[in-house]
């Protein structure tokens, strides 16, 4: 079975920093991208950052590219998402999301999802 569980979120004030991390389990490939996704109010979800495993490489797509980045450790598969310089803005739900085949950017599709975690950003 497999399992994508998000830790780390919580509140924080305007301009500090979080690293969310996801740990994968039950799954096994050499193809699949990892998206991290936030909801935030009046919007629906969107990607933020993306780490891609196809051709043989990582391939990294941070949309947010100021301020967040994804990391990935390979021994642990677990994901990273770190945020820093955050602002009220930022606050929402935010999940990782793991689809099967690789492909450019940030893809969407996606075969299996967390349950997401909360980020609060206070002014």
């Known amino acids: 079975q497999v399992q994508l569980v998000e830790s780390g979120g919580g509140l924080v004030q305007a301009g500090g920093s979080l690293r969310l991390s996801c740990a994968v389990s039950g799954f096994t490939s050499n193809e699949y991208i990892i998206t991290w996704l936030r909801k935030v109010p009046g919007k629906d979800y969107a990607g933020v950052s993306c780490?891609?495993?196809?051709?043989?490489?990582?391939h990294y797509t941070d949309l947010l590219k100021d301020r967040f980045t994804i990391s990935a450790d390979n021994a642990k598969f677990t994901f990273y998402l770190q945020m820093t310089d955050l602002k009220p803005e930022d606050t929402g739900s935010y999940l990782c999301a793991l689809r099967r085949q690789g492909g450019i950017g940030c893809p969407p599709g996606y075969d299996y999802w967390g349950r997401g975690i909360q980020v609060t950003v206070s002014p």
């Open positions: 780490i891609g495993i196809w051709g043989g490489k990582s």
